[in-house]
């Protein structure tokens, strides 16, 4: 969610049915090599829910669907989960979450998922943020969101629910932790251990302004887990501290799984501020490993340099964008172990715009080599993901902003591009359109024209599927949809 708000207990989980609606097949459009993208929101499940302004200021954007993710099923990547917000607010969160599934890859239906008072049976939240999904080796689906509270009280809690038949319904919803201000949960991912069956994992950071007021932030990284496939969670957990560092924080913790070994990695960025919280010290991207399914965890590992500067409209720098600036995107080649991790960074246009970047390590992230281009040279690019097959081949998605004018201002044509590295050699790195181009600028507006924090990609056997955010020109009432398409990488 990326703002700054809201402890009580952890609630008993709690099982339920959530209904289920709409089929959705047909692709809305095709891509520059005529692989369909198949639109995975029609609708709006949420449309006629009053719950959750803040103020008259408060703008719901009705039919918007941003900042997806997804998971396969490794026993068939044809059954596919996506999860996204629904009907973004331009102060902070969604009315709810929602889920698309499919048997085939191509037909989708949608669910609700159960994280806020909007959905039908769900959790008492007056709003929703931050969905993710893994999918396990035995089948299950993990999904993990955030609730908010904004009038009622000011809670932030850490939900997660679990399905059994691929997404359909949605049952298990947990509340892994709670907390009221000075205290705000944010962020949060979930990662289905490949290995151990039964058993994921949920991260986030915890932010404590105790008491209010400059010179006293801290965000240190907790976790809970799983091992009976989600009927309960552990207490939340600190395993990254910052306490060492006054006005440091956490962000954009992400577990990957190396399924050779079973060894955990948890990526995150150590952002260090000012005593009056204006200006960012320090920042870096950091990992911590663990090799006993989470119980333990190293000290951090640098990855990398956080370089990243603000999110803006080259042309017009007063309109703010945002997109995956402070979040990680990392990934395990199953084969070699080799890790990788993508991210926005400013090192190849000397600090003036973010590019897509990469760093990998051989030796299990005890080293990591020196940030490499992926994105073009000289175009300004967001919201990397990344994946690696069990081939070696690495693949990651991109905005980028190569179609835009010197001069245009009205407008942000963007396109979302697929760049494959065979054995993760950016020398050998081509590059793929795989969207129409959009205008930026049509996306509802939370702190910056909003697409999502991060958007998806996962390894589906033959190649990998990407979700992503377009919007649609000349809709104010559907400003934003969702989409998924499968690539061959080989």
């Excluded at 994105?375 to 693949?395: K, L, M, N």
């Excluded at 010197?406 to 979302?416: K, N, V």
Aim: net charge negative.
């Amino acid at each position: 969610m990326r703002a700054f708000l809201p402890l009580t207990a952890v609630t008993a989980a709690a099982a339920l049915l959530v209904t289920v609606a709409g089929a959705t097949h047909a692709a809305a459009d095709r891509n520059p090599d005529g692989t369909p993208l198949v639109k995975v929101s029609h609708g709006d499940p949420y449309a006629h829910c009053t719950v959750g302004a803040i103020s008259p200021e408060s703008v719901v954007y009705p039919g918007t669907e941003v900042e997806p993710y997804l998971s396969v099923d490794p026993r068939d990547p044809k059954r596919v989960v996506t999860v996204y917000q629904q009907d973004r607010w331009n102060d902070g969160a969604a009315r709810g979450l929602a889920a698309s599934w499919s048997t085939d890859g191509h037909t989708f239906h949608r669910s609700t998922l159960p994280f806020s008072l909007c959905a039908p049976g769900g959790a008492d939240y007056e709003r929703a943020s931050d969905p993710w999904v893994s999918t396990g080796p035995d089948g299950t689906v993990y999904a993990s969101g955030e609730g908010v509270d904004f009038t009622r009280s000011t809670r932030s809690a850490l939900l997660a629910a679990t399905s059994h038949d691929g997404g359909r319904t949605w049952h298990n919803l947990t509340t892994t932790h709670v907390d009221e201000q000075p205290f705000f949960n944010d962020k949060p991912s979930i990662t289905a251990d490949p290995v151990r069956e039964g058993t994921a994992y949920q991260v986030w950071d915890r932010l404590d302004n105790d008491p209010p007021g400059p010179s006293s932030l801290d965000g240190p990284g907790y976790i809970s887990l799983t091992r009976d496939g989600g009927r309960t969670w552990s207490g939340a957990r600190r395993f990254v501290d910052t306490g060492a560092v006054p006005n440091t924080q956490t962000i954009g913790h992400v577990i990957v799984v190396d399924p050779r070994t079973g060894t955990l990695y948890d990526f995150y960025d150590r952002i260090t501020v000012s005593d009056d919280l204006s200006t960012v010290i320090e920042a870096r991207y950091e990992m911590v490993t663990s090799t006993d399914a989470g119980d333990t965890w190293t000290a951090p590992v640098t990855v990398a340099r956080d370089t990243s500067v603000p999110e803006v409209d080259p042309n017009d720098p007063a309109k703010l964008l945002r997109a995956a600036a402070t979040l990680p995107s990392p990934a395990v080649d199953p084969g070699s172990g080799a890790l990788y991790m993508a991210y926005e960074g400013s090192d190849f246009s000397g600090g003036s715009f973010d590019s897509v970047q990469l760093v990998r390590s051989t030796d299990g992230g005890h080293t990591w080599g020196s940030p490499e281009l992926i994105s073009p040279e000289g175009v300004p690019a967001f919201s990397p993901s990344i994946a690696a097959d069990e081939r070696g081949t690495v693949a990651l998605t991109y905005y980028d902003l190569r179609f835009l004018k010197p001069g245009d201002t009205t407008t942000l044509p963007t396109a979302y591009q697929l760049a494959t590295l065979p054995h993760g050699d950016p020398g050998l790195r081509t590059e793929r359109r795989i969207s129409r181009v959009f205008d930026w600028l049509q996306a509802p507006f939370a702190g910056g024209y909003f697409l999502g924090d991060y958007q998806g990609l996962v390894a589906d056997g033959k190649g990998v599927r990407a979700v992503l955010t377009e919007t649609d020109s000349g809709a104010p009432q559907n400003r934003t949809d969702v989409y998924t398409g499968s690539f061959r990488t080989r």
